[in-house]
């Protein structure tokens, strides 16, 4: 089992940055690729982001590509997505994920293991 804790949502103004983690704990972290989902009010659950387990390997959703970057701490068993240039639209539930199948299975949108989620509102 790993459980996965995120943490630093909040509310930002358009333009502004906010930075997410991600503690994991339970089976070694570092085997695992690590992503970031997000699903808006009425809206299904989407892929924004993926690392492998080296962080060799990122990929992003077209919408986040240039905006938002991940980087895990392996020895703090921690993932992060810094965002920036935030929008309305990126406004949403923000999830992490686990996977020791690797980042291309996260980016297919699945995941083995899944956090509770943190809020993350954009004022416009």
């Known amino acids: 089992q790993v459980q996965l804790v995120e943490s630093g949502g909040g509310l930002v103004q358009a333009g502004g940055s906010l930075r997410l983690s991600c503690a994991g704990s339970?089976?070694?972290?570092?085997?695992?690729?690590m992503g970031w989902f997000r699903q808006a009010p009425g809206k299904e659950r989407s892929f924004v982001g993926a690392?492998?387990?080296?962080?060799?390997?990122?990929y992003y959703a077209d919408s986040v590509q240039g905006r938002f970057t991940i980087s895990r701490d392996n020895a703090e068993n921690t993932v992060y997505l810094e965002m920036t240039n935030l929008k309305p639209e990126d406004t949403a539930t923000y999830y992490c994920a686990a996977d020791i199948r690797g980042p291309e299975i996260l980016r297919g949108g699945e995941s083995d293991y899944w956090g509770q989620g943190t809020q993350v509102t954009v004022s416009s």
């Open positions: 339970g089976r070694r972290f570092s085997n695992y690729a």
């Open positions: 690392m492998s387990l080296t962080g060799s390997t990122t």
